[in-house]
């Protein structure tokens, strides 16, 4: 399929495809537009040789905001040349066209007082060249430069393009226009057996009258709507309370030295196994309790070993008092050297055993349920209002 024939098809495509999506909103106006720009007509030349200036003029009808139609008239001037020869010429052309237009901004939305719009637009139509005199006046060899016509040359015109448009609700709009013309072989006085392609970019302003004024009804309409919502929620949690009483027992706790340490505070861990002696031995008010320091046997010598048992069992003592504030009253610091083995492990004799009896304050912890307000997520479904802009046909 050659190029003539695709334009053709593209532009019906068009027309029929903005004529259904327009059904509905038969808002019209008319208006005409004076455009003015640069053209270039392609060849086998530098482009900046080529573009020359351009106007144009235009007489168009919407017949809905989407669909609309123009004649659309342009010229005056165009150029060609022959670069290896560094010769250009120009010659006279006027073109007009009948041009669909299609609103594809106002076709995807429903306002149409868009700001700024983008239009395609194809078209056919007719081009009349004539005066290519400085052509002839170049005394080219025929063989190079065959004329292709000699008063002038009346031929088809092809259009596709784009454009760019302000707020079609007002009554003065200016636009950007970007089109390519497919026209006869010979337009450009040259033959290659391919159509010829004509490029604009045009500006314009234009002047709108005879149309409606766009102007939305608001409809309000209620839809429903999920939203999460916190609730107020009653949750049972488990909690603790402490319940004291008194037992009358007898306890038996162990603070172990390493081998040759009888300085308590140099004891590794002794520091805390004291206060954990001390706090149980504070929940009693009468009892009374015997330090007793112990050595191993497998070391040392029993005179030695003695002095280690005993200077442990009073080193206990003196923190327990001092530094916890226990009564001295209710201690008793006692040594047995390595003569008593109380554990079968050699190394555990290297220790101080605490003993006492009487009554002791034992805490225990009761479960009891509570209950606890919080808030929780649910869906839930609201009424909102949405307003609509509805366009009356």
Request: hydrophobic share 35%; glycine share 6%; aromatic share 8%.
């Given at each position: 399929?050659?190029?003539?024939?695709?334009?053709?098809?593209?532009v019906?495509a068009?027309?029929?495809?903005?004529?259904?999506?327009?059904?509905?909103?038969?808002?019209?106006?008319?208006y005409?537009?004076?455009?003015?720009?640069?053209?270039?007509?392609?060849?086998?030349?530098?482009?900046?040789?080529?573009?020359?200036?351009?106007?144009?003029?235009?007489?168009?009808?919407?017949?809905?905001?989407?669909?609309?139609?123009?004649?659309?008239?342009?010229?005056?001037?165009?150029?060609?040349?022959?670069?290896?020869?560094?010769?250009?010429?120009?010659?006279?052309?006027?073109?007009?066209s009948?041009?669909?237009?299609?609103?594809?901004?106002t076709?995807?939305?429903?306002?149409?007082?868009?700001?700024?719009?983008?239009?395609?637009?194809?078209?056919?139509?007719?081009?009349?060249?004539?005066?290519?005199?400085?052509?002839?006046?170049?005394?080219?060899?025929?063989s190079?430069?065959?004329?292709?016509?000699?008063?002038?040359?009346?031929?088809?015109n092809?259009?596709?393009?784009?454009?760019?448009?302000?707020?079609?609700?007002?009554?003065?709009?200016?636009?950007?226009?970007?089109?390519?013309?497919?026209?006869?072989?010979?337009?450009n006085?040259?033959?290659?057996?391919?159509?010829?392609?004509?490029?604009?970019?045009?500006?314009?302003?234009?002047?709108?009258?005879?149309?409606?004024?766009?102007?939305?009804?608001?409809?309000?309409?209620?839809?429903?709507?999920?939203?999460?919502?916190?609730?107020p929620?009653?949750?049972?949690?488990?909690?603790?309370?402490?319940?004291?009483?008194?037992?009358?027992?007898?306890?038996?706790?162990?603070?172990?030295?390493?081998?040759?340490?009888?300085?308590?505070?140099?004891?590794?861990?002794?520091?805390?196994?004291?206060?954990?002696?001390?706090?149980?031995?504070?929940?009693?008010?009468?009892?009374?309790?015997?330090?007793?320091g112990?050595?191993?046997?497998?070391?040392?010598?029993?005179?030695?070993?003695?002095?280690?048992?005993?200077?442990?069992?009073?080193d206990?003592t003196?923190?327990?008092?001092?530094?916890?504030?226990?009564?001295?009253?209710?201690?008793?610091?006692?040594?047995?050297?390595?003569?008593?083995?109380?554990?079968?492990?050699?190394?555990?004799?290297?220790?101080?055993?605490?003993?006492?009896?009487?009554?002791?304050?034992?805490?225990?912890?009761?479960?009891?349920?509570?209950?606890?307000?919080?808030?929780?997520?649910?869906?839930?479904?609201?009424?909102?209002?949405?307003?609509?802009?509805?366009?009356?046909?």
């Amino acid at each position: 399929m050659n190029s003539k024939k695709i334009i053709a098809t593209a532009v019906m495509a068009l027309l029929a495809g903005g004529t259904v999506a327009a059904q509905g909103h038969m808002k019209s106006y008319s208006y005409v537009e004076a455009q003015g720009g640069v053209q270039m007509t392609s060849t086998n030349a530098k482009m900046t040789k080529l573009i020359t200036p351009t106007g144009a003029l235009s007489f168009g009808h919407y017949f809905t905001p989407v669909v609309g139609a123009r004649l659309h008239f342009n010229g005056p001037q165009a150029k060609s040349g022959f670069e290896g020869l560094d010769q250009y010429y120009k010659w006279n052309y006027v073109t007009s066209s009948a041009d669909l237009l299609v609103n594809l901004t106002t076709l995807f939305t429903k306002n149409y007082a868009n700001p700024l719009n983008v239009i395609l637009l194809g078209g056919i139509g007719l081009n009349y060249a004539w005066d290519n005199d400085e052509l002839k006046d170049l005394n080219l060899n025929p063989s190079i430069a065959p004329l292709a016509w000699d008063d002038n040359r009346l031929t088809h015109n092809l259009r596709a393009g784009l454009r760019l448009e302000t707020n079609v609700t007002k009554p003065i709009g200016v636009s950007l226009e970007l089109a390519a013309n497919s026209l006869d072989d010979r337009f450009n006085s040259k033959t290659n057996d391919r159509d010829d392609w004509m490029f604009t970019a045009m500006v314009g302003l234009a002047y709108r009258f005879g149309y409606r004024d766009y102007k939305p009804t608001k409809v309000v309409r209620q839809v429903e709507e999920e939203v999460w919502v916190d609730v107020p929620d009653t949750i049972i949690v488990k909690e603790k309370r402490p319940i004291v009483t008194e037992e009358k027992k007898k306890i038996e706790e162990v603070i172990f030295f390493e081998i040759r340490q009888s300085d308590t505070k140099a004891a590794q861990g002794t520091e805390k196994a004291i206060k954990d002696v001390a706090d149980l031995m504070k929940t009693s008010d009468d009892a009374v309790f015997t330090l007793t320091g112990y050595a191993d046997k497998g070391t040392g010598n029993p005179k030695l070993n003695q002095m280690y048992a005993k200077r442990r069992a009073d080193d206990v003592t003196k923190i327990l008092i001092e530094e916890h504030g226990l009564d001295a009253s209710r201690l008793t610091s006692d040594s047995k050297g390595d003569t008593v083995q109380p554990f079968e492990e050699n190394d555990k004799n290297r220790c101080v055993i605490i003993t006492g009896e009487g009554t002791f304050k034992v805490t225990k912890y009761e479960e009891y349920d509570v209950q606890k307000v919080t808030t929780k997520k649910v869906k839930n479904t609201v009424i909102r209002e949405v307003v609509d802009e509805v366009y009356d046909d």
